[in-house]
């Protein structure tokens, strides 16, 4: 496992404040992983998106990302809905209150998310993920 260079942890670090404190009341609620909130990142930058896409994009097995992407759901973060292209497929979008959370994602964006996220490993991810939901608790008040 690479290290997080220092531009990316400030670039990480930069980003996640801005989305975090430009909607503090979305986020204090929430108990998002940094995993859940990769996948909404490339959800909403590649959005309708089929679910076998979204588990190449997130490197994870076809039933891992299906997991996640019903606890997305149920959550309300996520919704489900047919291929307008192929009515056998499903494809998954962010709802009107996860792109609130986010805001417009662009896919280069989601992509060095994901990277630096990845590269950081699952400690330092746990401590992070206090970090968030402690700023959005504070930023709430």
């Given at each position: 496992m690479s290290m997080v260079s220092m531009e990316d942890a400030r670039w990480l670090a930069g980003y996640l404040r801005r989305m975090v404190s430009a909607r503090p009341a979305a986020?204090?609620?929430t108990d998002l992983t940094l995993s859940q909130l990769i996948a909404l990142h490339l959800i909403s930058a590649q959005a309708p998106m089929t679910l076998l896409s979204l588990s190449q994009a997130?490197?994870?097995?076809p039933p891992a990302t299906c997991a996640l992407v019903n606890r997305l759901v149920r959550a309300g973060l996520v919704e489900r809905r047919p291929d307008p292209e192929d009515l056998?497929?499903?494809v998954v979008a962010v709802t009107h209150q996860?792109?609130?959370?986010?805001?417009?994602?662009d896919p280069e964006t989601a992509r060095r998310l994901q990277a630096v996220l990845t590269r950081m490993g699952a400690a330092a991810q746990r401590v992070l993920t206090e970090v968030l939901k402690d700023t959005a608790?504070?930023?709430a008040r």
């Amino acid at each position: 496992m690479s290290m997080v260079s220092m531009e990316d942890a400030r670039w990480l670090a930069g980003y996640l404040r801005r989305m975090v404190s430009a909607r503090p009341a979305a986020w204090a609620g929430t108990d998002l992983t940094l995993s859940q909130l990769i996948a909404l990142h490339l959800i909403s930058a590649q959005a309708p998106m089929t679910l076998l896409s979204l588990s190449q994009a997130l490197g994870t097995r076809p039933p891992a990302t299906c997991a996640l992407v019903n606890r997305l759901v149920r959550a309300g973060l996520v919704e489900r809905r047919p291929d307008p292209e192929d009515l056998r497929r499903v494809v998954v979008a962010v709802t009107h209150q996860s792109a609130q959370m986010i805001g417009k994602i662009d896919p280069e964006t989601a992509r060095r998310l994901q990277a630096v996220l990845t590269r950081m490993g699952a400690a330092a991810q746990r401590v992070l993920t206090e970090v968030l939901k402690d700023t959005a608790r504070r930023l709430a008040r």
